[in-house]
């Protein structure tokens, strides 16, 4: 006979794993529902606070930048933060970011007696630190409260809190560099409006200068251009005139710039002291000749350039320099667009500026996705430069096979692609070419892997295709600010998700790609898929091979 107390036992671990389910999918909706890193981050410490009745719940993440542990979400109901700030130091956050699994600390262990007297409604605190892969510290989590003591159950919710917002950090630093990718794209498309409005030399480069002065925050921005008759660079645009020729300000500058040449790369230097705080330069080389130097500077103010300055800087640069050579090089959009769509799209949109792109039209039109299964993970684990090479060389291969066949390259998803069969030009057979893209580019892709591992020993994950046929409205789509070749439809949603579900080496079809090839293919239905705004029992196909 079972006693009260194995009951009472059974019945509290029961209630325990209840409660960690109920954490569990909590935090997944939010992770589901707030994109903006922030916003899901104080969600989520909300969340913990009131789950585990906490007066006090804090999110600390470890800067990449700096390696300084820095306050990113928290939830005050004790309305005691004025005091609590300075007793939850960042020291003491750094010292939770080290600790070997979820640990309990009374104010009076950790806290001299004097710091005690601040918080005396806080008398408990919660700690654990976040960390993701086998040993990577991303940040730590604190809670406090009066009374009673965190128990061990609550210790247990913790931990099994963190095994879900340590992933939620890494989609947050995922969407961050999507969003700054998206800025750079704006940045450089706006810029190349400018250089089309056909303005003179210097009018241009004062309107480009003044568009990355209001990206980047920067409050003077300036452009030098190398003069080869007088061998000297010589200011030719700026947002602060007057004062980069006072004697403080020009010496700093200089400095950097020709620090920046000397190097031949960018620099950034912050807190350089009184009379600049903070620069980044810029030099502008093509085809190994110095055309000059773009820089960004503040004087004021706590905030210095950071890499995503830089990166921005480095994204514009180019357009900068082809753009004061406009009419001795290939003009830059078409080196873009070269490389990112069908050349009959490329032609249409320089043969024909002033045609409205963003009136669309209907049709039957196969998208293709694709993507690196565990990129994420490459990513963390992978030397930056060396991930980023990857993904070049990676995506460049996808490109070629594609174009080979007439699709056009829609865009590019970090380290994915979408591509498309059937638009802008027709084509009759448009299914079964991304079908045999798709398979084509499983092949290309292996003889990526290969090259990358007996090269660089970089062991490369595979890659899942979805393709999806259907009717969609293709056209320009877009605004004054950004505008792009795409389509939209129910059958480019569902190519994403079919893309989602597809493991490593797969290429998953639609049943309507299906219908378009099943005499010309051959394919093991997958039958009753579930897809998320998509509906349930969706049909889907693996395809083996072209007959």
């Keep these: 006979?079972?006693?009260?107390?194995?009951?009472?036992?059974?019945?509290?671990?029961?209630?325990?794993?209840?409660?960690?389910?109920?954490?569990?999918?909590?935090?997944?909706?939010?992770?589901?529902?707030?994109?903006?890193?922030?916003?899901?981050?104080?969600?989520?410490?909300?969340?913990?606070?009131?789950?585990?009745?906490?007066?006090?719940?804090?999110?600390?993440?470890?800067?990449?930048?700096?390696?300084?542990?820095?306050?990113?979400?928290?939830?005050?109901?004790?309305?005691?933060?004025?005091q609590l700030g300075q007793v939850i130091t960042r020291e003491l956050a750094e010292r939770a970011m080290h600790l070997p699994e979820p640990t309990t600390w009374k104010i009076q262990d950790i806290l001299p007696e004097a710091l005690q007297a601040q918080v005396p409604a806080l008398r408990q605190l919660m700690a654990t630190?976040?960390?993701?892969?086998?040993?990577?510290?991303?940040?730590?989590?604190?809670?406090?409260?009066?009374?009673?003591?965190?128990?061990?159950?609550?210790?247990?919710?913790?931990?099994?809190?963190?095994?879900?917002?340590?992933?939620a950090i890494i989609q947050g630093y995922v969407h961050d560099r999507l969003q700054q990718h998206e800025k750079e794209l704006e940045?450089?498309?706006?810029?190349?409006?400018?250089?089309?409005?056909?303005?003179?030399?210097?009018?241009m480069l004062n309107s480009v200068i003044r568009e990355l002065n209001a990206t980047v925050e920067a409050e003077i921005g300036f452009i030098m251009l190398y003069d080869r008759a007088e061998k000297e660079l010589e200011m030719r645009a700026s947002t602060q005139v007057d004062l980069l020729?006072?004697?403080?300000?020009?010496?700093?500058?200089?400095?950097?710039?020709?620090?920046?040449?000397?190097?031949?790369?960018?620099?950034?230097?912050?807190?350089?002291?009184?009379?600049?705080?903070?620069?980044?330069?810029?030099?502008?080389?093509?085809?190994?000749?110095?055309?000059?130097?773009?820089?960004?500077?503040?004087?004021?103010?706590?905030?210095?350039?950071?890499?995503?300055?830089?990166?921005?800087?480095?994204?514009?640069?180019?357009?900068?320099?082809?753009?004061?050579y406009e009419r001795r090089e290939i003009r830059q959009l078409r080196q873009i667009l070269g490389r990112s769509i069908d050349p009959h799209v490329m032609d249409r949109l320089l043969a024909s500026p002033d045609v409205d792109f963003l009136k669309g039209e209907q049709l039957e039109v196969t998208v293709l996705y694709a993507d690196v299964r565990g990129a994420t993970q490459l990513a963390e684990n992978a030397e930056p430069a060396l991930f980023v090479d990857f993904i070049k060389d990676y995506l460049s291969h996808m490109t070629d096979v594609i174009l080979k066949d007439e699709g056009t390259i829609d865009k590019f998803l970090g380290d994915g692609v979408m591509a498309l069969f059937g638009a802008?030009?027709?084509?009759d057979d448009h299914a079964l070419r991304a079908v045999r893209v798709g398979l084509e580019m499983q092949v290309e892709y292996q003889a990526v892997r290969k090259h990358w591992h007996e090269g660089r020993r970089l062991?490369?994950?595979?890659?899942?295709?979805?393709?999806?046929?259907?009717?969609?409205?293709?056209?320009?789509?877009?605004?004054?600010?950004?505008?792009?070749?795409?389509?939209?439809?129910?059958?480019?949603?569902?190519?994403a998700r079919i893309c989602g579900?597809?493991?490593?080496?797969?290429?998953?079809?639609?049943?309507?790609?299906?219908?378009?090839?099943?005499?010309?293919?051959?394919?093991?239905?997958?039958?009753?898929?579930?897809?998320?705004?998509?509906?349930?029992?969706?049909?889907?196909?693996?395809?083996?091979?072209?007959?």
């Excluded at 190994?288 to 103010?301: K, P, T």
């Excluded at 079809?509 to 579930?530: C, F, H, N, W």
């Design 1 to 82: 006979m079972v006693s009260e107390e194995k009951i009472k036992a059974l019945q509290e671990t029961l209630d325990l794993k209840q409660k960690e389910l109920d954490l569990i999918m909590a935090i997944d909706a939010i992770r589901d529902s707030v994109l903006e890193p922030a916003a899901m981050l104080e969600a989520i410490v909300k969340l913990l606070a009131e789950r585990l009745a906490a007066e006090v719940c804090l999110l600390f993440l470890l800067d990449r930048e700096s390696g300084e542990a820095e306050l990113r979400a928290m939830v005050d109901r004790s309305q005691q933060w004025g």
């Design 129 to 167: 630190p976040i960390i993701t892969g086998i040993d990577e510290h991303l940040g730590a989590i604190l809670l406090a409260r009066a009374q009673p003591p965190f128990s061990p159950p609550e210790m247990q919710l913790l931990k099994t809190a963190e095994d879900q917002v340590d992933s």
């Design 187 to 203: 940045t450089i498309f706006r810029i190349d409006r400018i250089r089309d409005q056909g303005l003179s030399l210097d009018e």
């Design 245 to 324: 020729s006072t004697m403080p300000y020009y010496n700093a500058l200089n400095q950097a710039v020709n620090e920046s040449l000397k190097r031949a790369e960018l620099i950034c230097r912050n807190n350089l002291g009184d009379a600049l705080r903070s620069v980044m330069c810029l030099p502008l080389i093509l085809n190994e000749h110095v055309i000059g130097v773009l820089g960004m500077a503040n004087r004021y103010g706590p905030r210095g350039f950071t890499a995503a300055d830089c990166r921005l800087l480095r994204a514009t640069g180019s357009q900068i320099d082809t753009a004061i």
């Design 424 to 427: 802008p030009v027709p084509q």
């Design 459 to 495: 062991e490369a994950p595979p890659i899942g295709i979805g393709i999806a046929t259907g009717e969609m409205i293709a056209g320009e789509m877009g605004g004054p600010q950004r505008t792009n070749y795409t389509v939209i439809g129910r059958a480019a949603n569902l190519g």
């Design 501 to 547: 579900v597809a493991v490593g080496d797969q290429v998953l079809i639609s049943q309507r790609t299906y219908d378009l090839t099943k005499d010309m293919v051959e394919a093991i239905p997958l039958p009753g898929q579930k897809f998320k705004g998509v509906g349930d029992n969706v049909p889907v196909y693996h395809v083996i091979r072209v007959r």
